[in-house]
């Protein structure tokens, strides 16, 4: 069946430092895949996305890499700060394309 | 642009009451979606409204949980008669476009609480 599922549940990391956080999907027909941030109390903020079509997508400070070969998708985010300490989604569509199916989260802490 | 607007921001309520949860969406977006948050299950989707018609309603736990769209600003979740396991976060998003293949907008949620 579908799911989406993190590597590690947290990881911590120093200030400055780069971060990079794994998700593994199964279903190879997924087209569109995304993160979200979500800081304690609020709802998940949209960080990136990126479609099938591409490896590779930069926005301000984050880099999302798409590999299709192994159904792995990661977020890297540049010169962590601690305002990025936070639980990351990664998300997936479904099969049908009507929904995104979630991952666990992975906690991200960063230390000054 | 305010956002998704969700309002109570939290309810705490007796098992057996009626609960009822509201969503605004961002102007303009064509799509709603609800969503539940629970530590165990993580973010599951509930139902999903395309141009206020409900599309995809197959995450609604049980009979117990409603939800309507009367019109492209509004929508609510009931839940007629809540239980203890009713407890999370309910999220409310919004997406320009239809499905799971555009960028979703989320509420603050509503955290309920069934006693």
């Known amino acids: 069946g579908e799911s989406v599922g993190l590597h590690l549940p947290t990881l911590s990391v120093q200030e400055g430092d780069n971060s990079i956080i794994n998700c593994a999907y199964s279903n190879s027909a997924s087209d569109y895949f995304i993160w979200y941030k979500q800081e304690s109390g609020k709802g998940p903020q949209f960080i990136i996305d990126i479609r099938s079509n591409m490896d590779k997508r930069q926005g301000q400070r984050v880099t999302v890499l798409l590999n299709k070969t192994v159904k792995h998708l990661s977020l890297q985010i540049a010169a962590t700060q601690p305002g990025d300490s936070a639980v990351y989604f990664c998300a997936e569509n479904n099969e049908a394309g009507t929904a995104l199916i979630f991952g666990k989260g992975t906690t991200l802490s960063v230390s000054s | 642009d305010a956002g998704v607007i969700q309002s109570p921001r939290h309810e705490v309520t007796e098992m057996g009451q009626e609960v009822t949860l509201r969503c605004k969406p961002i102007?303009?977006?064509?799509?709603l979606f609800w969503y539940r948050q629970t530590m165990m299950r993580g973010l599951e989707l509930l139902i999903y409204f395309n141009n206020n018609v409900p599309i995809d309603d197959s995450g609604m736990p049980e009979d117990r949980f409603s939800a309507k769209m009367p019109n492209a600003s509004f929508s609510t979740l009931k839940i007629q008669p809540s239980e203890p396991r009713d407890s999370a976060v309910y999220f409310c998003?919004?997406?320009?476009?239809?499905?799971?293949?555009?960028?979703?907008?989320f509420g603050p949620g509503t955290r309920l609480t069934v006693t």
């Open positions: 998003a919004s997406s320009l476009r239809g499905g799971g293949s555009y960028e979703q907008y």
């Open positions: 102007s303009g977006h064509n799509s």
